[in-house]
Structures are given as C-alpha cells and as structure tokens.
C-alpha cells in the first residue's frame, strides 16, 4: 500500500480567491506556485507519490483541494462546496477519484467543504461552519455510516474552517487553538495549544509519523518539538494569503499503485503541471 497525495497546481487566478477572515493582499503567483512545489517535494520526500494535476486558471481556489473531497478508505465523497465560486471545482475532482476509489456525492442544500472535516479514527468531526451546513453533515453521516464512521457536529464560528483550528498533530494529539474550538468537544487524549500570539498556527499534515508545517508560526513550532513531534517546515507564505495552509492543498490516500483502475489508461500526470 503507498501513500498518494493528489495536489493540483496553483491557478494564475489565485489572487481572486475568496477570502473570509484576511484582507487581499497581493499574492506573486511564480512564488506561489515556487512554495507549493516544494510542499509537493516535501510530500514526495516523506514518500508519497504524488499526483500533481494541472493549475485550473478559471477557478481561483482550486489549489486547496482539500475542500472538495473527504477520501476515507472504503469511499470518496465528493463535495459540494459552500462557496458558490467554487462549486466547480468538485467536477474536476471527481474523475481523479475514480481511479482509486467508490465515488458518492453531496448534493443540494447540502454544503461541506473538506477543511471541515477532521478524521480522528473512526469519527469524523464536520465544523458547522460558513461553508458547511447541517445537510451537508448528515449526508456524509448517511455515507459513511456503513463503513463504521461516526459523524459529530461541531459549531465553528471564529474561523474559515475546523482545521483552521485544529488539526491531527501526531497520533492521539491535538494541536488547537482553544480560542476557536474547545478541545474538549473533540474527546482527544493529548493536547497542544497554539502559542496565543499565533492564532493561525493549528494547521498541520501528518504524512508518515511526520507534521509538515509552515515557517510562519515559530513559537507554536518550538512547542511542538518540545512535545517531541517531527516537523518538516515548509514556507507556504504565498498560499496562506488566500486564506490555505497545509492541509487544504492535497488529498491524502492509501492505494495499491500497482493495481488501481484508471479509467482513461494513462499513467500518472505527476509531470503533467500547467
Ligand atoms: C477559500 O476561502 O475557500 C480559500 N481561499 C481558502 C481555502 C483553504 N482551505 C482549507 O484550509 N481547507
């Protein structure tokens, strides 16, 4: 079993991606797309393959492709996002998935963005948030459910995301910001805060026993390692500006490489970036 991380290339567009919590600054897209290749390697360097798709230039956000996926082993639930403008990017998505995995999808009213979606074992939390809603939630519920999935609902209202506010940092630890989420709604065993001053800094990825994670949060950093987590830094700078970290820019999934189906016959697009 390998571990595939499909990401997708930053659109020349991105400095029109929505924004709910920043104000827009300029974003240098030649040092976006210089930053998420090198998180591509990062991934890559903890042995992932890695399946880079194409920069999809008419859809601003479709870097952060996070969001409009939950891939569990057993199925792939492909969402509907709570941002109008980036309803499309689930089309996209979709055929990608198919290779590796059973397709179900969201549908209307429901919403659910994957940066809502916090996998801690066999329970999934889904933040209610300003992309997510209580449809969206209970469809994945019904979808997951026969595959031994809970589904707890937890109300996010200081951030964009759940995992803006917390994220998985090693097995059994939780790396939050107590400011946005109350641990204690999540029923993890260990917990670590971000430092006060670095609000931002609860994004982490874990890719085999390791935390990639952005240069941006320094304090939060040194926690971390005194608490004997093993990061990879990586400097995201660019992408954070549109509001992304580190999660939200790939999937993660376990897949027999050697066997899954592709249903157009061509190898993998690692190369194949705009
Ligand atoms: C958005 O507002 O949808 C994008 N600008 C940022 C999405 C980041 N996604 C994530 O953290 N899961």
Known sequence: MSLVAITRGVAASIGACEL????????DVDHARAQHRAYE???????????SLPALDSLPDSVFVEDVAVVLDEIAIVTRPGAESRRPEA????????AY??????EPPGTLDGG???RLGRRLYVGLSARSNESGTRQLRELVGPHGYDVTAVRVESCLHLKSAVTEAAPG?????????DPAALGAGRV??????EPGAANGLTVA??????MSFPRTRRKLEDAGIELVPVDVSELQKAEGAVTCCSLLLGSDLKTRHRGDGSPSRRDARA
């Open 20 to 27: 709910t919590h920043l104000e827009r600054q300029a974003i």
């Open 41 to 51: 390697a990062a991934l890559e360097r903890l042995g992932c393959h890695v399946e």
């Open 91 to 98: 089309a996209e998505i979709a055929p990608v998935l198919a």
């Open 101 to 106: 995995r059973t397709l179900a999808f969201i």
């Open 116 to 118: 809502d979606v916090l």
């Open 173 to 181: 630890v939780i790396l939050v910001n107590p400011g946005w989420i």
């Open 192 to 197: 670590i805060e971000v430092d006060p001053g």
């Open 209 to 214: 026993g390791r935390l990639i994670y952005p």
